[in-house]
């Protein structure tokens, strides 16, 4: 099994205390994700994150297919990082490390995900042609949501 490793850092101006609160909030996830990608939580217990928290998802990823996604909260720490893995869905291994870190001008955040496809040499061919760059896509739209609603104030 290949695996990917996809990392990105963005500067936040909010506090560690928002930025936390808002990205820790899995409801919040359908504001910064494409609406191309169809996301829509259908269980989650509308707790604040907890490792061992279970929420799942429909995602339209491509060509309009919905497919079930099932995610692990597996670790935090407050206003740190926190882990979220997948235990079904599209790919064969994902799992996103979310750090926060204040800074002197608001909050670094970086995230790293690991992945992997199913399917041998499929997967690795489809990571090639549309994968990498539908994370690439996913992210930069996500830059660009939080960019509108924390550093233009």
Known sequence: ????????????NASLEECWTFFSNPKNLQKITPETMGFEIT????????????????????????????????FVKEKSYFVDEQLSGPYALWHHKHFFEATENGTKMTDV????????????????????????DIFEHRRVMVDKMFNTK
């Open 113 to 136: 995900v690991h992945y992997a496809l199913p399917l041998g040499f499929i997967g690795r061919i489809m990571n090639t042609l549309v994968v990498k760059n539908k994370l690439k």
């Open 43 to 74: 269980d989650f217990d509308n707790k604040s994150m907890y490792a061992g928290q279970i929420i799942q998802y429909k995602v339209s990823p491509l060509l309009g297919l919905k497919l079930s996604w099932v995610s692990e909260i597996t």
């Open 1 to 12: 099994m290949k695996i990917y490793k996809k990392e990105s850092v963005q500067h936040v």
